[in-house]
């Protein structure tokens, strides 16, 4: 090819400001609001804290996002103490 046809492409412009990560108070405080959660089914309250706290820590340590995180199922994850791993 003779000529580079992206070279008329311009780059986009970008307006939001960077995602940063949270600081560690602002991750106290989400697992903390874990334990705070209600559930009209009291027999799956315990469930439902702890499967929450491990939706949480998934997004917080993998770095997927929400969409891959909800879809991601539970033999594709490899846990270990203090550490959680993807494989394909």
């Known amino acids: 090819m003779a000529r580079n046809l992206a070279q008329k492409l311009k780059p986009p412009n970008e307006y939001a400001p960077p995602t940063l990560p949270f600081e560690p108070s602002e991750i106290n405080r989400i697992l903390?609001?874990?334990e705070r959660i209600g559930n009209r089914e009291h027999a799956n309250i315990f469930e439902a804290r702890r499967s929450?706290?491990?939706f949480i820590e998934l997004?917080?340590?993998s770095g997927l996002r929400i969409s891959d995180a909800a879809?991601?199922?539970k033999?594709?994850?490899n846990p270990r103490p203090g550490?959680?791993?993807c494989g394909r």
């Open 32 to 34: 903390e609001a874990i």
């Open 52 to 54: 929450t706290r491990a």
């Open 59 to 61: 997004l917080l340590y």
């Open 71 to 73: 879809k991601i199922e």
């Open 75 to 77: 033999a594709r994850l």
């Open 83 to 85: 550490i959680w791993c």
